[in-house]
């Protein structure tokens, strides 16, 4: 990259997707915005997800729906969360579990694992599946991470149960995106890895956990909820102006507090710690 560019600004190509069906509430359309930057610095992929504002590849991105503005950004308080008494139990199932934190990489127990798990999806909850190649993933999730870019791979049993796709960020770590086994649901591996990456953020100083999107009433995002305390940002606002982040309090509190977990709860005082590898 040229020494002069401001990184805040860098070159890209932006454009807009047409409507589609919109995954998360029926009877609307969703539209996206694109800019594809082949060198982010971490000073502009902080700046954006801290905006509201996603990365997978060398495309960060945030909904533009026209007369929707429905699809929120959400983070944890990582040096304030303490974990529920159901994710106490959840760190002590995964007492087995090891833990590598890498660069990302592809492998063929990548593609297998990660196209088991949408099959699985597929038939238990209606999802779009078609197996992924190996271009696609390593342009997913491979491709633009750069020297901020970090998987995190789970074993148990010898054998590779989950992935999660992360960014290290100025003040935090973004959520990307986990897949895991499905014969290891039992382990609520979602809920495991949002724990190990609050205690990754705490090692490393940093304050926030961006979860992405949360949408009112979507069952989808109902695990983001079970994290507090966290904060909301209900725009998109420029570079050129601060994000406005406000404590956040789901609709369901009560429910929240009182319902069953599920095997869908994904990525959370006593954090795991990696088995294998270095912390960064």
């Known amino acids: ?30 539209r996206m915005l694109y800019r594809y930057i082949r060198q982010a610095e971490p000073e502009f992929a902080s700046a954006v997800i801290r905006r509201g504002w996603r990365r997978f590849g060398n495309y960060f991105f945030r909904p533009v729906c026209h007369g929707c503005n429905e699809c929120k950004s959400l983070r944890i308080d990582a040096e304030a969360y303490r974990p529920s008494r159901s994710q106490r139990r959840v760190i002590r199932k ?17 593609l297998q694992l990660y196209n088991r798990y949408h099959q699985w999806k597929a038939e238990k909850d209606g999802w779009k599946h078609r197996e992924i190649n190996e271009r696609e993933y390593y342009e997913n999730f491979v491709e633009g991470a750069h020297d901020f870019g970090y998987e995190v791979l789970y074993f148990y049993d010898d ?18 995106y986990f ?21 990754l953020a ?43 982040w406000t404590p956040f309090t789901p609709p369901n509190m009560e429910k929240i507090l009182t319902a069953p977990k599920t095997t869908e709860e994904q990525h959370a005082k006593t954090p795991p710690q990696s088995k294998t590898g270095d912390p960064l």
């Not at 040229?2 to 509430?25: G, R, V």
């Not at 090891?98 to 990489?105: A, G, K, M, N």
């Not at 590779?160 to 796709?165: A, C, K, P």
């Not at 926030?208 to 109902?222: E, H, P, R, S, T």
């Open 1 to 30: 990259m040229n020494p002069l560019a401001d990184p805040l600004h860098p070159e890209s190509t932006d454009f807009c997707t047409l409507d589609y069906p919109c995954a998360y509430l029926p009877d609307r359309n969703a």
């Open 94 to 110: 995964n007492a087995e579990t090891e833990i590598l934190l890498r660069s990302p990489t592809i492998t063929p127990a990548h």
């Open 159 to 176: 054998l590779l149960v989950g992935v999660d796709l992360i960014d290290v960020l100025d003040d935090g770590i973004s959520a990307i």
């Open 179 to 199: 897949f895991y086994d499905p014969d290891y649901a039992h382990l609520s591996l979602g809920t495991y890895s949002l724990i190990y990456q609050v205690g």
């Open 202 to 244: 705490r090692s490393m100083g940093k304050r926030w956990i961006y979860l992405g999107y949360w949408v009112d009433g979507c069952k989808a995002f109902a695990y983001k909820e079970r994290f507090p305390p966290e904060e909301i940002l209900e725009d998109f606002p420029p570079l050129e102006e601060a994000p406005r």
